[in-house]
């Protein structure tokens, strides 16, 4: 590939207490590419998108995203991340729970909307969203 990757990972290494769950891992991936881990159970692949997104930091190696060194919070804020478990809540609404992300992520009125719409659009959740706020408005009418 040419160019510099969007994502570097250079010797990597992660250890919780005197366990070592990562090591010595090196991985470039380029614009355009589609990249996927396989391993079973607690061979480390969460471990290495969380190094990866800035949620979690390596205890030896580098990472950099976009040619940035992570965790780094500018860059953290373009990155999503979905973990195993379910990270939604159940008491919100679906457009709550988008409400409520999006404001972690900085992002308020105009700007918010726009973005919660483009999120909805793309995967194919608009309907439903507005199907349910219609029902949830009537419901609160009763």
């Not at 040419?2 to 990562?22: A, D, L, Q, W």
């Not at 373009?78 to 900085?106: H, K, P, V, W």
């Not at 992002?107 to 918010?112: A, C, W």
Request: charged share 25%.
């Amino acid at each position: 590939m040419s160019g510099k990757p969007c994502i570097r990972m250079e010797h990597v290494s992660k250890r919780f207490g005197k366990k070592t769950v990562i090591e010595d891992v090196s991985l470039d991936v380029y614009g355009g590419e589609i990249f996927g881990m396989l391993g079973p159970s607690g061979a480390g692949k969460t471990t290495i998108v969380k190094m990866i997104a800035g949620i979690d930091e390596a205890t030896h190696g580098t990472i950099h995203v976009l040619n940035t060194k992570m965790p780094n919070l500018q860059v953290m804020k373009r990155i999503g991340f979905m973990a195993q478990s379910d990270a939604l809540y159940g008491e919100l609404t679906a457009l709550e729970n988008l409400q409520f992300f999006a404001s972690i992520y900085g992002l308020k009125g105009k700007k918010q909307k726009q973005r919660i719409h483009e999120v909805m659009e793309l995967v194919n959740l608009t309907d439903h969203v507005i199907l349910g706020l219609v029902y949830l408005r009537r419901c609160r009418r009763a």
